[in-house]
């Protein structure tokens, strides 16, 4: 089930969350924008691809919702252009169920996630948040999700005004996770990711660092939670 | 399609047996009456054709000695005399078989020489030459030879004189010659009888064959082959039957393939109202609302929802109706499929408020990826979704036990599972364990559908500690030989 926001995306006072929805069906393109103006974000809709290139150089959107089937141009062609100009905007993708394939031609032709239609409000509402996390992530040297902030040129890690001490593995592991809101990470993806510094880790010390850090990031209102046999996913509480 | 109410009567269906009309019956009894009746007849005018000549020469046999006859009467003096001594005589008689009687007569009738009572048969001499005629002498049937010839020749005032010389003998060389004729003919007819039948029998099961081959080519035919049949023997006349007969397998494909399209059309189309109907709910579930309409809302979801999951399944089984025809079998590690199905499916779970847990093992088939990720979003489907909230759901891929050869995903929950006796029966379309939920009834037929298709089986099976469902599907060996293109069993 969809629920109102709990934290504000724009934790600075910045603009809102601008997305740009890429629907041909009048129906699906109200309800959808309406679903995510219910967060606070604002919403332009456009029913063709041949503008998106275009609008998206000339205005700072922090999303693109592109669906694949459009009059026109279609989803791929619209995505293309997009990239072809540099842009790395993220670029979440709708799909036909029946066309699983087009998930993986999405996800090379530079998408950064994808939704099977028909969807529910809360998945697309998550997706898109997380990828919008992401792209601010992205941008600066600060990692957020809700009262925790990541300075990693400082390297130094706050819950609200008060720094949060982390040990050298843990540090990477949190970082690792937060570089990754909003998606499954897996323990073998956690151990090839920071084995790099520090040498190889086993599953169990892996295990000892997350159970430290969850203790450490309730204070922010985050948990870990635990995916039996697979991995982690950070949110909120 | 509905049984009719008279083939509901009568199991064995409208063609049975003995209402049929058969061809080989009807060539046998085209050949076999005609034949019955012909040869015999056949057999008779070959006994009549070969005796008849076999009758004249005894008979002309006979009308020689009545020739003799003629030789032996003198005119002496105007007197007619015939002496024929004993020895003459015995001559005369002889004959192996038979009794011989012979008598010479003067124009007046008085008997010159022989057996007198000879002269009694056949009535007065005829100007005719010669001639036969049978007769009965001294109670026994007789054939006699009758000839007359001018022995007083004519002069003035007197007429010609016409002796005769009858001979007479039995029957019996007759009787053999006849007996003779008739073996032969008899022992002819037969043996051309058989030769006949035989022949025709054969020449008849020869000709069915084909048909027959054909018959049973066709039986052994799945629903899916519908494709023409082409054999180079099947005889000319029933090549319009073969013929007609793939014209309506090929327009039984069309068909076919057209109500398949319409229904991925039409789930397709739904979509797009589904997913509105479903934020549109779900938008107006957050809105303030009075109370009474909490409810009201939240079942006007469940529907959508379920009516989004049914839209769904009916698109991907025509999608997999078209793979299954159209790519080819490659091979896949359960282990990634489930893991590429974590990103979508933690998601879901966390959404629903159930434990989704991973034990994974490397485990290698073949077979479509499409449908493998189908099979197991369905399973998953199904086990969050009846689970309900605080469950527990598992997801195993690996060696199946006990042999560990074969491999195999499960999918485990803890929920209110299905009782045994009710097992078989969920595997049938339609039928939901939870009628106030989102199910559709589709999952678990498509999930069969889907293992048979891959070769191999599900099975319902007790969840953790016996309670909740386990949903296990075991695949064939790689190394056995897989089976593209069919159904194979049922499972």
């Given at each position: 089930?969809?629920?109102?926001?709990?934290?504000?995306?724009a934790p600075f006072?910045v603009?809102?969350?601008r997305?740009?929805?890429?629907?041909?069906?009048?129906?699906?393109?109200?309800?959808?924008?309406?679903a995510?103006?219910?967060?606070?974000?604002?919403?332009?809709?456009?029913?063709?691809?041949?503008?998106?290139?275009?609008s998206v150089?000339?205005d700072p959107?922090?999303?693109?919702?592109?669906?694949?089937?459009?009059?026109?141009i279609?989803?791929?062609?619209t995505?293309?252009?997009?990239?072809?100009?540099?842009?790395?905007l993220?670029?979440?993708?709708?799909?036909a169920r029946?066309?699983?394939?087009?998930r993986?031609?999405g996800?090379?032709?530079?998408?950064?996630?994808?939704?099977?239609?028909?969807?529910?409000?809360?998945e697309?509402?998550?997706?898109s948040?997380?990828?919008?996390?992401?792209?601010?992530?992205?941008?600066?040297?600060?990692?957020?999700?809700?009262?925790?902030?990541?300075?990693l040129e400082?390297?130094?890690?706050?819950?609200?005004?008060?720094?949060?001490a982390?040990?050298?593995?843990?540090w990477?592991?949190?970082q690792?996770?937060?570089?990754?809101?909003g998606?499954?990470?897996a323990?073998?993806?956690?151990?090839?990711?920071?084995?790099?510094?520090d040498g190889t880790t086993?599953?169990?010390?892996?295990?000892?660092?997350?159970?430290?850090?969850?203790?450490?990031?309730?204070?922010?209102?985050?948990k870990?939670?635990t995916?039996?046999?697979?991995?982690?996913?950070?949110?909120?509480? | 399609?509905?049984?009719?109410?008279?083939?509901?009567r009568?199991?064995?269906?409208?063609?049975?047996?003995?209402?049929r009309?058969?061809i080989?019956?009807?060539?046998?009894?085209?050949?076999?009456?005609?034949?019955?009746?012909?040869?015999?007849?056949?057999?008779?005018?070959?006994?009549?054709?070969?005796?008849?000549p076999?009758?004249?020469?005894?008979?002309h046999?006979?009308?020689g000695?009545a020739?003799?006859?003629?030789?032996?009467v003198?005119l002496?003096?105007?007197?007619?005399?015939?002496?024929v001594s004993?020895?003459?005589?015995s001559?005369?008689r002889?004959?192996?078989?038979?009794?011989?009687?012979?008598?010479?007569?003067?124009?007046?009738?008085?008997?010159?020489?022989g057996?007198?009572?000879?002269?009694?048969?056949?009535?007065?001499?005829?100007?005719?030459?010669?001639?036969?005629?049978?007769a009965?002498?001294?109670?026994?049937p007789?054939?006699?030879?009758?000839?007359s010839?001018?022995?007083?020749?004519a002069s003035p005032?007197?007429?010609?004189?016409?002796?005769e010389a009858?001979?007479?003998e039995?029957?019996?060389?007759r009787?053999?010659?006849?007996?003779?004729?008739?073996a032969a003919?008899?022992s002819?007819?037969?043996?051309?009888?058989?030769?006949?039948?035989?022949?025709?029998?054969f020449?008849?099961?020869?000709?069915l064959k084909?048909?027959?081959?054909?018959?049973?080519?066709?039986?052994?035919?799945?629903?899916e082959h519908l494709?023409?049949?082409?054999?180079?023997?099947?005889?000319r006349?029933?090549a319009?039957?073969?013929?007609?007969?793939?014209?309506?397998f090929a327009?039984?494909?069309?068909?076919?393939?057209?109500?398949?399209?319409?229904?991925?059309d039409?789930a397709?189309?739904?979509?797009?109202?589904?997913?509105v109907?479903?934020t549109?709910?779900?938008?107006?579930?957050l809105?303030?609302?009075?109370?009474?309409?909490?409810?009201l809302?939240?079942?006007?979801?469940?529907?959508?929802?379920?009516?989004?999951?049914?839209a769904?399944q009916l698109l991907?089984?025509?999608?997999?109706?078209?793979?299954r025809?159209?790519?080819s079998?490659?091979?896949?590690?359960?282990k990634?499929?489930?893991?590429?199905?974590?990103?979508?499916?933690?998601a879901?779970?966390?959404?629903?408020?159930v434990?989704?847990?991973?034990?994974?093992?490397?485990?290698?088939?073949?077979?479509?990826?499409?449908?493998?990720r189908?099979?197991l979003?369905?399973?998953?489907?199904?086990?969050?979704?009846?689970?309900?909230n605080?469950a527990r759901?598992?997801?195993r891929?690996g060696?199946a036990?006990?042999?560990r050869t074969?491999?195999?995903?499960?999918?485990?929950d803890?929920?209110?599972?299905?009782?045994?006796?009710?097992?078989?029966?969920?595997?049938?379309?339609?039928?939901?364990?939870?009628?106030?939920?989102?199910?559709?009834?589709?999952?678990l037929?498509?999930?069969?559908?889907?293992?048979?298709?891959h070769?191999?089986?599900?099975?319902?099976?007790d969840?953790p500690?016996?309670?909740?469902?386990?949903?296990?599907i075991?695949?064939?060996?790689l190394?056995?030989p897989?089976?593209?293109?069919k159904?194979?069993?049922?499972?």
């Amino acid at each position: 089930m969809i629920h109102r926001p709990k934290s504000p995306i724009a934790p600075f006072g910045v603009q809102p969350v601008r997305i740009l929805l890429v629907e041909d069906d009048p129906l699906l393109s109200d309800s959808t924008a309406r679903a995510l103006r219910s967060q606070g974000w604002v919403v332009d809709c456009t029913e063709r691809g041949e503008p998106v290139a275009v609008s998206v150089r000339q205005d700072p959107y922090d999303l693109l919702i592109l669906d694949v089937g459009l009059a026109g141009i279609d989803g791929f062609e619209t995505l293309r252009r997009v990239r072809a100009q540099g842009s790395d905007l993220p670029v979440l993708m709708l799909t036909a169920r029946d066309a699983i394939e087009d998930r993986v031609r999405g996800l090379e032709s530079g998408a950064d996630d994808y939704l099977v239609k028909p969807f529910a409000l809360s998945e697309l509402v998550a997706r898109s948040r997380a990828l919008v996390r992401r792209n601010q992530a992205r941008g600066g040297s600060v990692l957020s999700l809700g009262n925790l902030r990541m300075d990693l040129e400082a390297r130094r890690a706050y819950i609200g005004d008060q720094e949060l001490a982390l040990a050298g593995r843990e540090w990477s592991i949190l970082q690792f996770m937060l570089s990754r809101t909003g998606k499954i990470v897996a323990k073998e993806q956690i151990i090839a990711a920071i084995s790099n510094w520090d040498g190889t880790t086993s599953d169990n010390a892996i295990e000892v660092h997350v159970s430290r850090l969850r203790s450490k990031l309730e204070p922010a209102g985050l948990k870990i939670r635990t995916i039996r046999g697979f991995g982690y996913l950070l949110e909120e509480a | 399609m509905t049984a009719t109410v008279s083939s509901a009567r009568d199991p064995r269906g409208p063609l049975q047996a003995h209402a049929r009309p058969s061809i080989r019956r009807t060539l046998l009894l085209w050949l076999v009456v005609p034949l019955a009746l012909l040869v015999p007849c056949t057999a008779f005018v070959f006994y009549r054709l070969a005796l008849a000549p076999a009758l004249d020469s005894l008979d002309h046999a006979l009308d020689g000695t009545a020739l003799a006859l003629e030789r032996l009467v003198r005119l002496d003096d105007g007197a007619l005399t015939l002496v024929v001594s004993r020895e003459l005589d015995s001559a005369l008689r002889a004959d192996r078989f038979d009794e011989v009687h012979w008598v010479a007569l003067a124009p007046a009738g008085q008997v010159l020489a022989g057996d007198g009572a000879l002269a009694t048969l056949g009535g007065p001499p005829s100007p005719v030459d010669w001639r036969f005629f049978d007769a009965t002498y001294n109670d026994k049937p007789v054939r006699v030879a009758l000839h007359s010839w001018t022995c007083v020749p004519a002069s003035p005032g007197h007429d010609a004189g016409l002796c005769e010389a009858r001979v007479s003998e039995t029957l019996n060389k007759r009787h053999g010659v006849a007996q003779q004729v008739l073996a032969a003919a008899t022992s002819a007819m037969v043996v051309e009888a058989l030769v006949l039948a035989v022949l025709g029998w054969f020449a008849i099961a020869r000709s069915l064959k084909p048909v027959e081959s054909l018959s049973k080519d066709i039986e052994l035919r799945s629903p899916e082959h519908l494709g023409p049949v082409i054999r180079p023997d099947i005889p000319r006349e029933v090549a319009p039957l073969v013929s007609a007969l793939n014209g309506l397998f090929a327009r039984v494909v069309t068909a076919s393939a057209a109500e398949k399209a319409f229904i991925a059309d039409a789930a397709h189309q739904l979509r797009t109202p589904l997913t509105v109907l479903r934020t549109e709910t779900e938008l107006a579930l957050l809105e303030s609302h009075p109370p009474q309409l909490e409810e009201l809302l939240r079942r006007l979801h469940i529907a959508t929802t379920r009516a989004a999951r049914l839209a769904n399944q009916l698109l991907s089984q025509a999608r997999a109706e078209h793979d299954r025809h159209n790519s080819s079998m490659e091979r896949f590690d359960l282990k990634q499929i489930a893991s590429e199905a974590a990103e979508e499916w933690v998601a879901r779970s966390v959404d629903a408020g159930v434990d989704l847990g991973f034990e994974l093992e490397s485990a290698r088939v073949e077979g479509h990826g499409f449908l493998l990720r189908e099979m197991l979003a369905n399973l998953l489907d199904n086990a969050i979704n009846y689970a309900g909230n605080g469950a527990r759901v598992t997801i195993r891929t690996g060696p199946a036990p006990p042999g560990r050869t074969c491999a195999m995903l499960e999918v485990e929950d803890n929920g209110p599972g299905i009782p045994p006796e009710d097992r078989e029966r969920a595997f049938e379309r339609f039928q939901r364990g939870n009628a106030g939920g989102t199910g559709s009834g589709l999952g678990l037929s498509i999930v069969r559908d889907i293992a048979g298709h891959h070769g191999a089986t599900a099975e319902l099976l007790d969840g953790p500690g016996g309670v909740g469902l386990k949903v296990r599907i075991t695949f064939a060996p790689l190394d056995a030989p897989a089976r593209p293109g069919k159904s194979g069993a049922r499972s």
